[in-house]
């Protein structure tokens, strides 16, 4: 059964996934995924935090529906409209930075479309093209880009990986803002515990591959009313179900 469903008007991201395959170069099978279950209150932030290589990306790439080759279900929050960012901005080099929010959201106006620019602080990068751009501004166009179609649920690969701190923490305190402001269900993929704490209502901790949930943290003061105490206590519970499951892991 392989099942992601765009319509279901649900009151939540509800993903089991029983088992998700690659193909080695050899041919066989390699289990990236297995009995994976995550569920995320319409509204709320989620962030996905796991090892490298665990499957975070390939999980994101399931719940958007670019990969259908998996066994399980994926049911999209209300009526399954996607906004997603990739690791790599992906902008149209030909174009704008306007005219890259124009052909994602043809539907937007120019008043919402300047809107999201102001709010991203890219106002005066809209007749910029994309090579035109430091990382950081393309991430931002890229984030804008998603925001424009108006999603039920948006997904975030990465967003400030590769970002010097300044920059990453620039653009993390924006998201934080958008996501209070607008209550977009929201999914961010990163490798990063204290990016995580920083954004998410609800934090979920992937195994080493086949990659499954060890443990769903939930963020009981997210985001402006996190406290130094709160993220301390989060990130060393984070850290026990990390090294419980690494053991685990090592053991069979």
Do not use: Y
């Not at 300047?114 to 093209?129: D, K, N, Q, R």
């Amino acid at each position: 059964m392989k099942d992601a469903s765009p319509d279901g008007g649900a009151a939540s991201l509800d993903v089991a996934i029983a088992h998700k395959d690659h193909h080695a170069a050899n041919g066989r099978p390699v289990r990236a995924l297995e009995d994976l279950r995550l569920n995320l209150p319409i509204g709320q932030a989620g962030a996905v935090v796991g090892p490298s290589g665990c499957g975070k990306t390939t999980l994101l790439r399931l719940i958007a529906g670019l990969d259908r080759d998996f066994t399980g279900h994926i049911e999209l929050p209300a009526h399954g409209r996607l906004g997603m960012a990739f690791q790599e901005p992906r902008l149209l080099p030909w174009r704008s930075v306007a005219d890259n929010l124009r052909i994602a959201a043809p539907q937007a106006s120019e008043e919402e479309i300047a809107t999201l620019l102001e709010e991203l602080s890219l106002s005066e990068h809209a007749a910029h093209f994309p090579g035109e751009l430091s990382l950081g501004l393309a991430r931002r166009v890229a984030l804008a880009r998603a925001l424009a179609v108006k999603p039920d649920l948006l997904l975030l690969d990465e967003p400030l990986v590769s970002l010097d701190v300044a920059l990453a923490r620039e653009l993390r305190d924006k998201i934080a803002a958008l996501v209070d402001e607008k209550h977009i269900t929201t999914l961010i993929v990163t490798h990063d515990l204290r990016e995580a704490i920083a954004l998410a209502d609800r934090i979920f901790l992937l195994s080493p591959r086949p990659a499954h949930v060890v443990a769903t943290l939930d963020v009981a003061a997210p985001r402006k009313r996190l406290t130094k105490e709160i993220a301390d206590s989060l990130e060393t519970q984070a850290h026990a179900a990390l090294i419980a499951s690494r053991k685990r892991h090592e053991s069979q």
